[in-house]
């Protein structure tokens, strides 16, 4: 393998997700592998790169990353894709993922709306984080195909910046509805145990495959074998294992793209070729 440099860890899912998980993430990488440097970056505006420009220069901005499925499925449609699967894929404590690899989209509305299930919020306000995000965008308008309605659905549709502010928009009555990653849900519950009895949850849609670990199609196959390794043996090393834990990340486990086949939802694939908002 080449000379160590540094490697250029981003995160696209924080704040929702908290960043000390990746720090202990991007820690366990620098011990593991031995370099000196792996920085870490926060990209806050979206869930992962946009269509388009965004994802075109993903490779020499980047090294490895976690992004929402609907960037991967953007980035391996260029003609030259720039970014490949790591081959490893978190799995969360949620009892509903059995083990795998996978996570949920969870609608919420405050506890004591007159809203019971989804039909209810037809000509309602609802909050979704971004147009990258395939629990908080892409999941909703597959509901919305699967129904045969579209965003005219509801009365406003508005791009809250993440999770965490959906599920605020929601609490103070700025929305009636917000689909949120089931993972995120389960961290501000255990975070904020009194949430749970201020937010209800109407429907859970998917399961949907977890957000992806990316890498760079650039990078050194010996250093991509290095990375898969380190991210497999995270609850080995006990400093490591206790934070993720307090996340509700167990450990990482072996994926292909067949994992990210996400042709299983009716209507998803064809969403995802759409032009993006």
Avoid at 14 to 28: C, G, K, M, Q, T
Avoid at 47 to 67: H, L, Q, T
């Amino acid at each position: 393998m080449p000379d160590a440099e540094e490697i250029r860890f981003v995160t696209y899912l924080s704040p929702s997700i908290p960043r000390v998980l990746f720090e202990a993430l991007a820690d366990h990488l620098r011990r593991s592998l031995g370099h000196e440097q792996v920085s870490l970056r926060v990209e806050t505006r979206v869930s992962g790169p946009r269509k388009g420009y965004e994802c075109s220069a993903f490779g020499n901005e980047v090294d490895v990353a976690f992004m929402c499925a609907p960037s991967f499925v953007w980035l391996r449609g260029l003609r030259r894709p720039p970014a490949e699967l790591l081959g490893v894929a978190p799995v969360f404590d949620d009892e509903r993922n059995a083990g795998k690899p996978v996570y949920f989209c969870e609608v919420v509305v405050r506890d004591g709306a007159p809203i019971q299930t989804f039909s209810d919020l037809e000509g309602g306000f609802w909050a979704y984080n971004d147009a990258s995000s395939l629990s908080g965008y892409y999941g909703l308008l597959n509901k919305l195909a699967e129904s045969g309605t579209d965003e005219s659905f509801f009365g406003t549709m508005s791009c809250s910046g993440s999770h965490l502010n959906s599920i605020e928009a929601v609490l103070k009555g700025e929305v009636d509805a917000a689909a949120i990653d089931s993972n995120v849900l389960r961290i501000r519950f255990r975070e904020e145990p009194a949430l749970s009895h201020k937010l209800r949850v109407i429907e859970s849609w998917g399961p949907y495959p977890i957000q992806p670990v990316v890498v760079s199609s650039r990078l050194h196959p010996d250093l991509k074998d290095q990375l898969r390794t380190a991210f497999l043996t995270t609850n080995q090393n006990e400093r490591t294992r206790q934070v993720l834990q307090r996340f509700g990340l167990t450990h990482f486990v072996t994926v292909d793209h067949e994992n990210y086949n996400l042709n299983a939802h009716k209507d998803l694939a064809a969403l995802l070729a759409k032009p993006t908002p």
